[in-house]
């Protein structure tokens, strides 16, 4: 089964596709991961994205379908895929298709982790963590004793710049901007599965595995094969 997996900060789709990715044997491809590696490692197109991403712009489309087609193609053909981040544009889901139609591995479905923007603002920009011994903390639902400091050491708690209120609504306006032209490219093409994020990680990952079991029994029939 290969299935393209998105949700807005803070709706767990790290964590999700890890859980799944175990699951069902599928490899987890985290766009963020591989595109940090190419960059890192010197490559041609790891450089050319390097040299956008200094000067402060984004990395054009095909660059990164450059480097995410070849770290597909670079699977087994009989393991599932999850794509996590990936393809985040109408153009970048165009080229996917046409290049994993050429590899023959079609995608199955699109499953999308959702929920309320005020929920996701709140678990974001609860997000504390000590920089001493690195335990984290949430300001509603996992708070400290003493307001601040780290119950372990007693350190200064810190936010990350992203997880500050401001900058998580902008991440999310920016990923609704950036992903529902993406959904309504796919929703005449593939099933889309929505799971509703709100619902404690667990809860979701039942849910989620729930569905994902039903269209991967209804792939294996019409493929014979248990991927
Ligand atoms: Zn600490």
Same mark, same amino acid.
């Given at each position: 089964?290969?299935?393209? +997996?998105?949700?807005?900060? $803070? *709706?767990?789709?790290?964590?999700? %596709?890890?859980? /799944?990715?175990?699951?069902?044997?599928?490899?987890? +491809?985290?766009?963020?991961?591989? /595109?940090?590696? =190419?960059? !890192?490692?010197?490559?041609?197109?790891?450089?050319?994205?390097?040299?956008?991403?200094?000067?402060?712009?984004?990395? @054009?489309?095909?660059?990164?379908? *450059?480097?995410? %087609?070849?770290?597909?193609?670079?699977?087994?053909?009989?393991?599932?895929?999850?794509?996590?981040?990936?393809?985040?544009? &109408? @153009?970048?889901? #165009? %080229?996917?298709? &046409?290049?994993? !139609?050429?590899? *023959?591995?079609?995608?199955?479905?699109?499953?999308?982790?959702?929920?309320?923007? #005020? /929920?996701?603002? #709140?678990?974001?920009?609860?997000?504390?963590?000590?920089?001493?011994?690195?335990? &984290?903390?949430?300001?509603?639902?996992?708070?400290?004793?003493?307001?601040?400091?780290?119950?372990?050491?007693?350190?200064?708690?810190?936010?990350?710049?992203?997880?500050?209120?401001?900058?998580?609504?902008?991440?999310?306006?920016?990923?609704?901007?950036?992903?529902?032209? &993406?959904? =309504?490219?796919?929703?005449?093409?593939?099933?889309?599965?929505?799971?509703?994020? !709100?619902?404690?990680?667990?809860?979701?990952?039942?849910?989620?595995?729930?569905?994902?079991?039903?269209? $991967?029994?209804?792939?294996?029939?019409?493929?014979?094969? $248990?991927?």
């Amino acid at each position: 089964m290969r299935i393209v +997996l998105m949700g807005p900060p $803070g *709706a767990g789709k790290g964590t999700q %596709a890890k859980r /799944l990715a175990e699951t069902f044997g599928m490899v987890h +491809l985290s766009s963020g991961d591989i /595109l940090r590696a =190419e960059r !890192s490692s010197g490559s041609e197109p790891g450089r050319k994205m390097k040299s956008y991403m200094d000067a402060g712009e984004l990395v @054009p489309d095909e660059i990164v379908v *450059a480097i995410m %087609a070849e770290a597909i193609s670079a699977q087994p053909a009989e393991k599932g895929l999850i794509l996590d981040g990936f393809p985040r544009t &109408v @153009p970048q889901a #165009e %080229a996917l298709d &046409v290049q994993l !139609s050429a590899l *023959a591995r079609p995608l199955d479905a699109v499953l999308v982790i959702d929920a309320p923007d #005020e /929920l996701l603002v #709140e678990r974001v920009a609860g997000r504390w963590s000590c920089p001493q011994c690195g335990r &984290v903390y949430h300001s509603r639902y996992l708070a400290p004793v003493r307001a601040g400091h780290c119950d372990t050491c007693g350190a200064e708690l810190i936010q990350r710049p992203d997880d500050a209120e401001a900058v998580v609504r902008e991440r999310l306006d920016a990923y609704h901007r950036q992903t529902a032209p &993406v959904i =309504e490219y796919y929703r005449s093409r593939r099933p889309i599965i929505q799971a509703d994020g !709100s619902a404690g990680p667990d809860e979701v990952t039942r849910l989620v595995t729930e569905a994902l079991a039903a269209r $991967g029994a209804a792939w294996q029939g019409k493929h014979g094969r $248990g991927d």
